[in-house]
């Protein structure tokens, strides 16, 4: 079973980046699609980035595309989320989230694609 745990969360003004990280306790990491979701107050959480257990095959939101990156290193079990042009908008919790697949190349966009959660790290994002 994996344990996952966020970490990079914080206050950046609008306009710049954030990376945030998050650890797979597991001994299988490279078996695992995951995703990032947000969840701003008082909205529903929203899926951000996927990436497949391979980290070839990647999906991004809209609101996010062209200003995010996903990745996956699978010798050091993390995931990363890099934020560039950030925005008062982008403020949420941001969970990861991951799923034990044998299809190499799958991400799911949805809550229910995901067995495993993280805690959340916080994101706010100043204009």
């Known amino acids: 079973q994996a344990q996952l745990a966020e970490s990079g969360g914080g206050l950046v003004q609008a306009g710049g980046s954030l990376k945030l990280s998050c650890g797979h306790s597991?001994?299988?990491?490279?078996?695992?699609?995951m995703a990032w979701f947000r969840q701003a107050p008082g909205k529903e959480r929203e899926f951000v980035a996927s990436?497949?257990?391979?980290?070839?095959?990647?999906r991004y939101a809209d609101s996010v595309k062209d200003r995010s990156t996903i990745s996956k290193d699978n010798a050091k079990n993390t995931m990363y989320l890099q934020m560039n042009s950030l925005k008062p908008e982008d403020t949420a919790i941001y969970y990861c989230?991951?799923?034990?697949?044998?299809?190499?190349?799958?991400?799911?966009?949805?809550?229910?694609?995901?067995?495993?959660w993280g805690q959340g790290t916080q994101v706010t994002v100043s204009s």
């Open positions: 989230a991951a799923r034990n697949t044998f299809i190499s190349e799958w991400s799911g966009t949805l809550r229910a694609n995901y067995e495993f």
């Open positions: 990436v497949s257990r391979s980290g070839r095959t990647t």
């Open positions: 597991g001994r299988t990491f490279g078996n695992y699609a």
